[in-house]
């Protein structure tokens, strides 16, 4: 026989039982989004703000061109109800899992949104992937990842629109102030050096004449000529700066400046900028329109331009984590 004190104590226990199964159902509802770099993953954040869970497999200083799935990401992967991945080649050691899970659950690569007209070639051949160095381009990008969410979870699709319309609209906002950024720079200074050639979008969005030690892969090899070819350019042109990428090694960059002082030129190094990955979690860089600002930033004082002393959204700083 159940006292009335017991009876008390076994309601309050069902009430107990009933809130806790409240919080816990909606969460374990929730779908599991992967992205493989920080630039698809971090905007998808503040597009989604929650709704989903969101797992990014590559963070700061990581070079996707090299990157390697671990054992954790498989299994992301697999548990994974949306992927959404770069492509055109740029996470280029995890396309075989990407098609063979693309058998079984969504796996969307956002640079195939864009059409050949938008695409940069190498040789009028292979797409250059670095798509996000243009900000209009990678909203067109990132609204694939857009719609594919909505398929994923319906009753958010509204949401999910309405958010990402904001968070274009700052990109636009973003290009426009880039934009007059750069045209401060003296049309002599606009030569743009970097180690490997990721730069190719920005440079065509923006008037930069863009060059690099590599190619568009971190694979590519740095020859003797090539280096001796950019430290001409160097010296001929009176180029003053150079840039070095949180993902490259430095070696082919100081290269540069050791052999255009052998020839009586000083060349300084114009920053450590974002190519292939955004900053640390948390930070004003590890955001893509915090890293795009010190990009810009970095790059426009550097050639001799005028910016505003902290950047394009007052949050610029020059040291980077």
Do not use: C
């Not at 001929?236 to 949180?246: D, H, L, S, Y």
Request: charged share 20%; net charge positive.
């Amino acid at each position: 026989m159940i006292t009335k004190r017991g009876r008390k104590g076994w309601l309050v226990f069902l009430a107990t039982l009933l809130s806790t199964l409240i919080i816990i159902l909606p969460a374990s509802a929730q779908k599991t989004v992967v992205a493989t770099i920080s630039q698809i993953g971090e905007p998808l954040s503040v597009i989604t703000k929650g709704r989903v869970v969101l797992q990014t497999l590559m963070g700061e200083g990581v070079d996707p061109h090299l990157y390697r799935l671990t054992r954790s990401d498989v299994a992301k992967l697999v548990r994974a109800d949306l992927i959404i991945y770069n492509g055109l080649q740029l996470e280029a050691q995890m396309l075989g899992m990407m098609r063979r899970l693309g058998k079984r659950k969504p796996v969307v690569a956002v640079g195939d949104s864009l059409t050949k007209r938008e695409l940069l070639l190498l040789n009028g051949q292979y797409p250059d992937p670095h798509i996000w160095m243009s900000p209009r381009l990678w909203a067109k990008a990132l609204d694939t990842a857009v719609r594919a969410l909505a398929i994923l979870d319906p009753p958010s699709a509204a949401f999910y629109r309405a958010n990402a319309d904001a968070y274009y609209n700052r990109l636009d906002k973003l290009d426009r102030r880039a934009r007059s950024a750069i045209k401060s720079i003296p049309a002599s200074n606009r030569v743009m050096i970097t180690a490997h050639d990721a730069f190719g979008y920005f440079g065509r969005a923006y008037g930069l004449e863009v060059m690099a030690v590599q190619g568009i892969s971190t694979e590519s090899q740095a020859g003797i000529k090539q280096i001796e070819n950019l430290v001409d350019t160097l010296v001929n042109r009176n180029i003053g700066a150079v840039f070095f990428e949180t993902t490259v090694s430095k070696r082919n960059v100081l290269a540069l400046i050791e052999g255009a002082a052998a020839r009586d030129h000083s060349v300084g190094i114009g920053g450590a900028i974002f190519s292939d990955a955004m900053g640390t979690k948390g930070q004003y860089t590890g955001t893509y329109i915090g890293m795009f600002d010190h990009n810009v930033t970095s790059i426009v004082r550097a050639l001799g331009g005028v910016t505003h002393k902290r950047g394009l959204y007052a949050q610029y700083a020059r040291k980077t984590h």
